[in-house]
């Protein structure tokens, strides 16, 4: 193993002491483990300004000025999708400034800008932000009692293979295709079972499998009228019936069959997912119950599940 060539300020501490008593410098640099040269310029130095830090380095120039150095972090700022190649590009073109990928990627880091997974979101336009702004100021200052009268509903496909990009591996430099840094993914999605389910501040409905697409009439006979209206009528005479602005659910069938039962339904803006808790509820309960198992076997995962956490 080679000697080192850099004493840390313990080590500098040490070493002037034992020189002061009278030991060799290199029984010093010996018992260190550093090379002769380091303690006779450590000595030197102390002897010179009386002090045992090495004095800074300026180190290589920098190719890239400020103004160079705000160009690249804006051009990333205005387009986040950039890559450090076609930072690189403009760069040149605005400035004729040479320079790699990597040092594009230096200065972005050096002002705090790191290359990250996007976020992934259903797609708003304007009107869909007003509705949604809408429906949050309508029911802003809804009570616990009020809430309290609202059933969530809601559909969701278990796959058995589902590319949530959660997953992570640990791996070296030249083991990306190993056994052991590969997940294998069926190309199809390995099968899945559809579920509905629905709850309230006091309970939920069971779920129900269903099979097939689901359409209006689906969903009227084998949710709607034997599950969700029971649930209902057991909630009081003003409970509320949320469910998304799906084909099946929007259906005329549905909304006269929801007319004649007298169900109030609470108006839902569209592509607003994330507004539904159920939503979050159906996703913990999908990747904790997701191991793989055949698809009879994830259908009694979930129901397990479901009778365990409600």
């Known amino acids: 193993m080679p000697p080192r060539r850099r004493l840390s300020a313990v080590d500098r501490g040490r070493a002037l002491s034992w020189i002061h008593d009278g030991v060799c410098m290199r029984e010093v640099a010996r018992r260190l483990a550093v090379s002769h040269s380091v303690i006779q310029r450590l000595r030197d130095r102390f002897e010179t300004t009386g002090r045992a830090e090495e004095r800074p380095r300026p180190g290589r120039p920098r190719i890239t000025s400020r103004q160079d150095d705000r160009f690249v972090c804006l051009a990333a700022l205005r387009n986040r999708s950039l890559t450090s190649n076609d930072l690189r590009g403009q760069l040149r073109m605005a400035a004729n400034v040479r320079v790699s990928d990597q040092m594009i990627r230096n200065r972005l880091h050096e002002a705090s800008l790191h290359s990250r997974r996007p976020a992934v979101r259903t797609p708003l336009t304007q009107a869909h932000r007003r509705a949604r702004v809408e429906w949050c100021r309508r029911h802003l200052r809804w009570t616990r009692q009020q809430w309290s009268r609202v059933l969530f ?38 099968g899945s079972v559809m579920v509905w389910g629905g709850f309230h501040l006091q309970g939920r409905t069971p779920l129900h499998l269903a099979h097939g697409i689901l359409t209006g009439v689906h969903y009227r006979n084998e949710i709607l009228q034997p599950i969700a209206i029971p649930v209902l009528r057991a909630m009081g005479v003003r409970s509320t019936l949320q469910d998304d602005n799906a084909t099946p659910h929007r259906a005329c069938i549905v909304t006269n069959f929801l007319g004649q039962q007298g169900v109030q339904r609470m108006q839902w803006p569209a592509n607003s997912p994330d507004l539904a808790p159920i939503e979050h509820l159906l996703d913990v309960r999908g990747r904790r119950v997701r191991d793989n198992h055949p698809l009879p076997e994830m259908w009694l995962s979930l129901v397990s599940y479901s009778c365990r956490n409600g």
Do not use: A, K, M
């Open 153 to 190: 509903t809601d559909e969701s496909c278990f796959t058995l293979s589902h590319p949530d990009g959660r997953v992570r591996v640990w791996g070296r430099q030249g083991e990306r295709f190993i056994d052991g840094t590969v997940q294998e993914r069926n190309r199809y999605g390995g």
